[in-house]
């Protein structure tokens, strides 16, 4: 919403003259702000988790996956970063690779990107063959004794290359996820928040028929304060809260954060951002092409929204 946006700045510095607490005191603004954010989401999201950084909420995102499942094992894309977090090293290609290596329960799937993968635009089914390199590596899985909590992915690959995932995707991974016994988790740290233009968030892009298990929100979701977000079923929350583990946050929604991600979601309404962003990235996306037509060195040009990518080759 841009820097120090006046209204966000004014609505942390009111709240800030009233009350900061810890969550254990409650206070209006964490319903009213889980109430605004469940507006934005499928109907079956709707239980919330308030953190302070993306990572922290992948990390609580792995644990509600590990103790609604009674898995352990995670399915992550080639090239993933989910989170600087001990556990979330384990499931970013992007960095253990240049660290200790691979876990036993990591499994790393092939990118669903049609320009430079395994299965491209001439492919006659990118989408099921890239949804099938899923399937076997949970039937490669399940024949060790080992049992899938979750496949975790950014809904638009960013570290891998700003890819935007074939639409229905998606929805064919999460069939053979479910059946695996696991659940989908929708990581939309950079993505969220109307970036990619013509929806809310950036999972939508597959198709309204497609509904995470689990979303997490980070970076954008305070404008540069520290707040973030995980979103689930009734369900998952459930089987997370019947351990009489409660899960507690010093920092976590408390009522300046709060009055941040609620004054973000009327500035973003307001000043009407998501058709801002379609807009800006149509013409961005336009230019580059056109620069594609006269550089050979540009590939590709792909994008939705104020997330591109352009693609150098040789």
């Known amino acids: ?60 995102a792995l644990r509600l996956a590990r103790q609604y499942t009674k898995h352990e094992d995670v399915i992550v894309l080639d090239h ?28 790393v799937a092939p990118v669903p990107d049609t320009y430079r993968g395994l ?36 809904s638009l690959p960013s570290v891998g290359g700003q890819i935007i995932p074939p639409a229905g995707y998606f929805q064919k991974v999460a069939e053979h996820v479910h059946k695996a016994g ?32 689990i979303v997490t929100m980070g970076k954008p979701i305070g404008n540069g304060h520290p707040i973030a977000c995980v979103a689930t079923t009734k369900e998952i929350a459930e089987a997370f809260a019947a351990t009489g ?21 009327d500035v973003i309404e307001k000043e009407n951002l998501q ?3 379609t807009e800006v990235g149509n013409f961005l996306m336009k230019l580059l092409k056109e620069q594609k037509m006269k550089h050979p060195i540009i590939g590709d040009v792909r994008g939705s929204g104020l997330f591109i990518g352009v693609d150098l080759i040789k």
């Open 1 to 60: 919403v841009g820097h120090c946006h006046p209204d966000i700045v004014k609505a942390a510095h009111e709240q800030n003259q009233l009350l900061n607490t810890n969550s254990r005191y409650l206070h209006d603004n964490l319903v009213d702000y889980a109430d605004r954010l469940s507006r934005t989401l499928p109907e079956k999201l709707s239980s919330f988790y308030f953190l302070n950084s993306g990572s922290e909420a992948n990390d609580l």
């Open 275 to 277: 058709a801002h962003a």
């Open 119 to 154: 299965y491209r635009e001439d492919h006659e089914d990118s989408v099921t063959a890239y949804a099938n390199e899923v399937k076997t590596i949970i039937e490669q899985a399940h024949k060790r004794g080992r049992k899938i909590a979750a496949f975790f992915v950014e």
């Open 182 to 213: 696991g659940v989908f988790i929708a990581d939309e740290i950079q993505v969220g928040f109307g970036r990619v233009g013509k929806h809310f968030w950036a999972f939508q892009l597959q198709g309204e028929d497609f509904i995470p298990d």
């Open 245 to 265: 583990v409660e899960y507690f946050n010093t920092f976590g929604g408390n009522p300046v954060s709060c009055a941040v991600g609620l004054s973000v979601l």
């Open 80 to 107: 993933a970063y989910h989170g600087h977090l001990t556990s979330l090293i384990d499931i970013s290609p992007y960095k253990f690779r240049n660290l200790e290596g691979q876990k036993e329960w990591v499994h």
